[in-house]
Nanobody
Framework: QLQLVESGGALVQVGGSLTLSCVASGESLGDRTVAWFRQAPGKEREGIASITASGASATDVDSAEDRFIISRNNAENMVYLQMSSLRSEDTAVYYC?????????????????WGQGTQVTVSS
């Protein structure tokens, strides 16, 4: 059974950078599409970016603009989220999630495997 574990969350200053990692175990990511989501205090969870098995990616402009980059290493069963120019409003718990299928989606109901999340706090 596929399991996902995020890591890399930390306390960083405004303007700083951080890379989050998501490692899959139990099964290979295979042809699954993987996405990063986040949930800020008092807000609904929102999708940030998704990436297919072939490496094609899509990013939500509103939440990430061009500051966040998603990537994956299929050989190592890893997915990453590189974040730069961090703002206080980026403070949230960040989750990776996987779904069967090769199409982009940031609809969380389409994802059936979730990690436990990693906390990112951006401080001024």
């Amino acid at each position: 059974q596929l399991q996902l574990v995020e890591s890399g969350g930390a306390l960083v200053q405004v303007g700083g950078s951080l890379t989050l990692s998501c490692v899959a175990s139990g099964e290979s990511l295979g042809d699954r599409t993987v996405a990063w989501f986040r949930q800020a205090p008092g807000k609904e969870r929102e999708g940030i970016a998704s990436i297919t098995a072939s490496g094609a990616s899509a990013t939500d402009v509103d939440s990430a603009e061009d500051r966040f980059i998603i990537s994956r290493n299929n050989a190592e069963n890893m997915v990453y989220l590189q974040m730069s120019s961090l703002r206080s409003e980026d403070t949230a718990v960040y989750y990776c999630a996987a779904r069967t299928g090769s199409s982009f989606s940031l609809a969380e109901e389409k994802y059936d495997v979730w990690g436990q999340g990693t906390q990112v706090t951006v401080s001024s």
